[in-house]
């Protein structure tokens, strides 16, 4: 009996030290799972190599899209279609941006529309690239923008009624041909605005002050 005894601790003693150097109550050990991978999904699917599986592709969307680059200067998606006419037409129907500092968002919406509206009104818009059409946008914009800021700190009868807000000649002038000519007209060079683009954006400034009234902000369209 007492070799028996003798045999059972001794084995107890064996057992208990084989097993690992920091052992927790009632945790059972884990055993790896196998690996995951799967050839013909996880491996390379380029032509000629294992697990290549070949498919139709996803079949080209027919929405040309146009994006307005960021004024803060960061890189901005562009279409890479090439349809340049429907990328023009994008120009000319996109929402009016932030307010420029120094004209008030009033005039500054309705500036952003007649501008737009002149634009799309003449079949040269199209002939010009998108750089000469946003060049000659900002200049025609700044256009309609001046003749507010006149009416509005001349005191000009019942301007700041139709058009309320806060108006800065200055501050404007640095806003839109400095900062802003500078990047959408080409650097300093002003390599985008060309002579067939002046010659869109005159016309559209008369037609500005002679039809729309841009000497007279305050009367109607």
């Not at 109550?25 to 991978?37: A, D, L, Q, S």
């Not at 009624?161 to 002003?190: H, N």
Request: overall charge positive; glycine content about 10%.
């Amino acid at each position: 009996m007492k070799r028996f005894t003798l045999l059972l601790l001794c084995v107890l003693s064996f057992v208990g030290c084989s097993g690992p150097d920091h052992y927790e109550r009632g945790v059972r050990p884990i055993t790896p799972r196998p690996p995951t991978f799967q050839p013909h999904q996880d491996a390379p699917h380029d032509i000629g190599q294992p697990g290549h599986r070949s498919h139709p592709g996803v079949r080209r969307g027919t929405d040309r899209r146009h994006f307005q680059p960021r004024r803060d200067g960061r890189p901005q998606m562009m279409a890479s279609d090439g349809d340049r006419e429907r990328a023009l037409r994008l120009l000319l129907t996109e929402d009016a941006p932030p307010a420029y500092d120094g004209l008030a968002d009033s005039a500054h919406q309705r500036c952003w529309q007649d501008v737009l509206g002149i634009f799309r009104q003449d079949p040269r818009i199209l002939g010009l690239s998108s750089e000469e059409v946003r060049c000659i946008r900002l200049l025609t914009y700044y256009h309609c923008g001046s003749r507010h800021l006149e009416a509005a700190e001349s005191g000009q009868s019942g301007f700041l009624e139709a058009f309320p807000g806060q108006y800065d000649s200055d501050r404007f002038e640095t806003a839109t041909m400095d900062r802003a000519a500078r990047k959408l007209c080409g650097g300093r060079d002003r390599k985008y605005m060309t002579d067939r683009a002046l010659d869109v954006s005159h016309a559209a400034r008369r037609y500005g002050d002679d039809v729309l009234g841009w000497r007279r902000p305050s009367a109607p369209n």
